[in-house]
């Protein structure tokens, strides 16, 4: 008896064979249906896999589209498009469209004084134990002191002029909408230029000293001590602020800190590259594990080789500055001296010839008048322009001399007052040398 063709094999097989074969996919659906009742899925074809993950996206595109991040055109898109995995590009560019506006900041007075950082001002120039809310605080008070003892004055001098009520309040309204802010604005710059120059100072007196410190502390180094403790023993009393510094790395590290970290932030305390690269070369030789005693001897030896260099530097364009110097302070006072007292001379010619013309009797008159100049309009021109001259002067030969604008700021008032003082005496003279013609 043959046995009927199965669908699955085109050769013909065994009884035997046949039933074993039954009986293993009998098996494997059994199993596959066991798997299905305890929850299990099974893996689906790839694009089946593809749609899921194309859905997942577009239902989070549709919540961000319900959610106000995009308007109800997007919205129709996203759903009629909710089955097709192409439509996903589409949607990117969508989503990354703008479509909310932005709300425009308004000027916040709390977070311009943040955006200042008065804190790391105050702790660069040594004055960290002040509050910079309580400056703050103190600024926003004087400013109101200062705009009602004015506005009490005004109120004053309006009263005893006898002006109207109505141009009184009209003032006090656009003094207060404008004069508060141009005050707070003035005294915040004098502050934070009264900080700049405290840093300034602090700096130049670390620089001074700096180079004796590091050789103090490569001879500790080169009898035995570490590193942390040679800096601390190399410590004197007449370094002042670097003495402070120093005393504040070693409680730091003392506390746990790094030593490295303890000494990047010194050194970024400070905006000199002297410090900067000396730290930066102390820190690269630790990590190195070199000989610290003699590159410290060479960084110091490199320091006041820079200083001498300076100094040379200084000396060979003196004669700039000793010219600039004398035509500032000296030559343009006289020149002013000289041109006062001409223009005295010149007044009290042109009055004389105003008389004489006047009293002849002629066809054609000419007449002078000395009313048109006076004398007391170039006097204030000309200690606007000596004042401005010697500011500019005093910077131009603090750049020649130093290379930094900061270190002639101090000469500033002495170079204004000895140009003024040499105008005013040699206006007298002057005068005592024209009082004949007068």
Known sequence: MKLPKLPFKKEEK????????????????????????????????????????????????????????????????????????????????????????????????????????????????????????????????????????????????????????????????????TVPFIVLAFIWGAYLFYLDMKIFQRTNAVEAVFADFLQLTSANISAGMPIDRALWYAVRPGFGVLAKEIESVAKNTMAG????????????????????RSISLLLEGMSAGGEMAELLDKIALNIEETKLLKKEMASSVTTYVIFITFATIVAAPILFGLSTQLLEVIKSITSSLGSTMSSSGSFMSFSFSSEAIKTSDFRTFAYLLLSISAVSSACIVSIIKKGRVKDGLAKIPMFVVVSITIYLLSALLMKGMFGSII
């Not at 900041?105 to 004084?113: A, G, N, P, Q």
């Not at 800190?257 to 900067?276: G, H, P, V, W």
Request: charged fraction near 30%.
């Open 14 to 177: 065994s009884h035997d064979t046949v039933m074993e074969h039954l009986e293993e996919l009998d098996k494997s659906l059994n199993k596959k249906k066991a798997l299905k009742m305890h929850g299990f899925k099974m893996p689906r074809l790839p694009f089946f896999k593809k749609k899921k993950q194309a859905e997942g996206a577009l239902a989070e595109k549709e919540e961000q589209a319900k959610q106000g991040k995009g308007d109800a055109a997007a919205k129709q898109e996203l759903l009629a498009k909710g089955k097709m995995p192409k439509g996903l590009l589409r949607l990117k560019g969508l989503a990354r469209r703008k479509t909310v506006k932005k709300k425009k900041r308004r000027f916040d007075l709390r977070r311009f004084t943040k955006s200042i950082q008065l804190s790391n001002f105050l702790e660069k120039a040594g004055l960290e134990r002040l509050d910079p809310k309580k400056i703050q605080k103190d600024m926003v008070k004087v400013t109101i002191i200062m705009c009602l003892v004015a506005t009490a004055v005004i109120t004053i001098l309006n009263i005893f002029s006898g002006k109207g009520l109505l141009n009184l309040i009209t003032f006090l309204i656009g003094f207060w909408l």
């Open 257 to 276: 800190e790094d030593l490295a970290s303890a000494l990047t932030n010194f050194a970024n305390k400070y905006n000199s590259k002297t410090i900067q």
